[in-house]
């Protein structure tokens, strides 16, 4: 497959090419030549008005639901959509059927997504079956191929596990993710508790019960020194720990949604079920600290939190819904709406999630392995959730006004083009 980028804007921070308009030739999945104009026969040409290229991104937090949930979602239409959105990388969680508690479960993962376009990695969980009291296979599954270890969208809840987890991953240099949300507190919530949640008189989830879960870990990190990841921070509060903690010194890193900055707990006014999520969105205070954490480069990386679910899932009352959004395609776009830096926003994409987790970061140099990100971060468009390529199609998005389209990727030696 020879490739010809014609006339593409590079953005790529750690690359001496970062910022030049240039052509890119491609042959047989090895970038060749980054010249300002090349010339070359029997190549597929892709050219497009403000075309902009980087490192292909990655995202590290999304359920595949394969095996055991493949109503939601697979392993093929997971990496379509991650594709469509603009990833070449993906986390994918263990809360499947099995749990991805053991090797075995890893290896299926692997075997499965050989040979796609898209890398898929696995999240070990940290205890088995995600139960919570128990610690899994760690060291087993990291042989096989995990990269991090979570109990996914079950936040680890007992202290001396999570402290046990911390100080045994020490050992196989490995990252414990973690679901910012102590369930004893407000075990009923349905949506954050304020003055929205008294309007629609649903039961409140308060920002405390992430605050403290923050807190509560940043303690064990102190104490262990071992890595530890938050994902989708939603408070101001929880940021502000967060920071805190690593001017300090400690190891911890953390990564937002891009529905938390760009919905609030007042876009639930209609109880669109699709907004129901876990974090629940915020207030309008916290949506802002968010984007200002995002544009300042506070923030480390993005997690899409792409959890699809049925439509039985989500076509019923409010209270009976489950957790969780369709993400990977509008993640771009949704950030880059209220995103105020496109550098730093590519980094948080791409440098940022590979430093965290231990992989190697791929060059935008002649002779690398091309593993590249084709878009337009100016067209603004309204999303339409019949372009959805999951099964799934719980979106709050459609509808909504985005900004920046993916064009496509191009990775192990494969071309995926949006449609």
């Known amino acids: ?62 359920d595949f639901a394969d095996p055991g949930f493949e109503q939601n979602e697979t392993i093929f239409t997971g990496a379509a959509s991650a594709a469509a959105g603009g990833f070449t990388d993906v986390m994918v969680i263990p809360n499947t059927n099995p749990v991805v508690s053991a090797k075995a479960q890893v290896e299926y993962i692997l075997k499965k997504s050989a040979g796609l376009a898209v890398n898929i990695y696995p999240i070990g969980a940290v205890t088995q079956n995600t139960q919570g009291s128990q610690l ?24 001396g596990i999570i402290l046990k987890a911390l100080q045994y991953v020490t050992a196989i240099d490995k990252t414990i993710i ?100 876990n974090p629940p969105l915020r207030t309008l205070t916290d949506k802002e600290a968010v984007q200002k954490a995002l544009s300042d480069g506070m923030v480390d990386c993005i997690a899409s939190h792409h959890i699809p679910l049925h439509k039985d899932y989500k076509d019923c009352e409010f209270e009976y819904a489950k957790n969780g959004m369709n993400g990977l395609q509008t993640a771009f776009g949704a950030i880059n709406n209220f995103h105020q830096n496109l550098e730093i926003l590519i980094r948080q994409l791409t440098i940022a999630p590979r430093t965290i987790f231990g992989l190697d970061m791929p060059l935008l140099e002649p002779g690398a392995k091309a593993c590249l990100t084709l878009f337009n971060p100016a067209l603004e468009y309204y999303f339409e959730k019949g372009a959805l390529l999951s099964k799934s199609s719980n979106t709050a998005f459609d509808g909504k006004k985005l900004k920046g389209k993916v064009l496509g990727i191009l990775n192990n030696q494969q071309m995926v083009l949006a449609k």
């Open 1 to 62: 497959m020879n490739v010809l980028i014609k006339q593409a804007r590079i953005v790529a921070p750690h690359s001496g090419h970062h910022g030049r308009l240039a052509d890119i030739f491609i042959e047989n999945g090895i970038i060749r030549e980054i010249s300002d104009t090349i010339t070359v026969e029997n190549a597929e040409i892709i050219a497009a008005e403000n075309l902009h290229v980087s490192t292909g991104w990655m995202d590290v937090f999304a």
């Open 178 to 277: 973690q679901l910012p949300c102590h369930s004893s507190i407000g075990h009923n919530g349905l949506m954050n508790e304020g003055i929205m949640s008294t309007r629609l008189g649903l039961p409140g989830l308060p920002a405390v019960a992430e605050e403290l879960m923050i807190h509560q870990c940043i303690q064990f990190v102190q104490y262990s020194g071992s890595k530890l990841h938050f994902t989708g921070v939603s408070t101001q509060n929880g940021i502000h720990q967060i920071l805190h903690a690593k001017k300090t010194g400690l190891p911890v890193s953390f990564s937002v949604t891009p529905y938390h900055g760009y919905f609030c707990d007042e876009d639930l006014k209609d109880y669109d079920t699709n907004l129901k999520l």
């Open 136 to 159: 899994a296979e760690m060291y087993d599954m990291q042989h096989s191929g995990c990269i991090a270890f979570s109990d996914g969208i079950h936040a680890l809840q007992d202290p």
